[in-house]
């Protein structure tokens, strides 16, 4: 459980934190708050502040429905950003959330040290040969049915965990075969699964570090699996994204992908306080 992330060191013997940083207008919570790099600057010193060990900055939304952003707009979002993070915050760890190879290797140029892809190379097939020429760079590998565009219209599986899990040993495979040591499974809670399928996996989210032995990411913050059991809009939905953090803990979640990062952290904090007595 511990990932070289091109020279830091990331030990997930105990949870850790990824704070959401979205430069984009449209992202289903927090869309258009970091409007400037200079934003993103004092939001990534606040995260870092209350606890996060991962900043994940996305230039394209990814939200059911989102369109497409351009290659050269999603760069001109988060380069800049990477760049000035990187260099006010030397010892962070940077996270590039995008499914496109060229702006994962211009971000990791600029600083960032770990991949977060949505889309299991599926979207672009030269990401798994870059993840995999990069050392020491670990790679979210994440589920999703159908793409943003699509996933959300009629998802269906016979077994959803079981495909899941199908899924992962598939491609965890592939990228070792591509040279990828470190893997991160993220099973993609929200991207092509009903509020059913949601819960099932987040029920039975230990399965998948039992059987692959590697460390899993949820990241369930304000989305609709909340939101629509609750009848709330995402601003109101901190509430039951504490309280389902507590229970991804308790299934084996290594990395809490969160929103509100000071909240998350007094999960960890109780949770490791349950785990003494």
């Not at 990187?86 to 770990?114: M, Q």
């Amino acid at each position: 459980m511990l990932l070289n992330c091109r020279g830091r060191l990331l030990d997930l013997s105990r949870p850790a934190l990824m704070g959401i940083l979205n430069l984009t207008p449209d992202s289903f919570y927090d869309g258009g708050r970091l409007d400037s790099t200079e934003a993103a600057l004092r939001q990534a010193e606040k995260m870092l502040s209350e606890g996060a060990a991962i900043l994940d900055i996305g230039g394209a939304s990814t939200r059911p429905g989102s369109k497409e952003v351009p290659e050269a707009e999603e760069l001109k979002r988060v380069l800049p950003a990477i760049t000035a993070i990187h260099g006010g915050f030397p010892e962070a760890v940077i996270s590039i959330d995008t499914w496109r190879a060229r702006v994962a290797r211009e971000a990791l140029d600029a600083g960032a040290s770990l991949i977060n892809d949505i889309s299991a190379g599926k979207l672009d097939a030269e990401m798994y040969p870059l993840a995999g020429a990069l050392p020491a760079t670990p790679y979210i590998l994440m589920h999703m049915q159908g793409t943003p565009q699509t996933m959300q219209q009629n998802p269906v599986y016979g077994d959803v965990v079981q495909e899941v899990l199908d899924f992962f040993i598939r491609e965890v495979s592939q990228l070792r075969s591509f040279g990828v040591n470190d893997i991160i499974l993220d099973p993609g809670f929200g991207f092509g699964k009903t509020v059913a399928h949601n819960f099932q996996l987040l029920r039975h989210l230990h399965v998948f570090e039992r059987v692959l032995g590697l460390p899993v990411l949820a990241g369930i913050s304000r989305k609709s699996m909340i939101c629509k059991v609750l009848q709330a809009k995402p601003e109101h939905a901190l509430n039951g994204t504490t309280a389902l953090h507590m229970v991804a803990l308790q299934q084996g979640a290594r990395i809490l992908r969160v929103h509100d990062v000071q909240e998350a952290s007094e999960v960890i904090r109780l949770w490791e306080t349950l785990q003494t007595v």
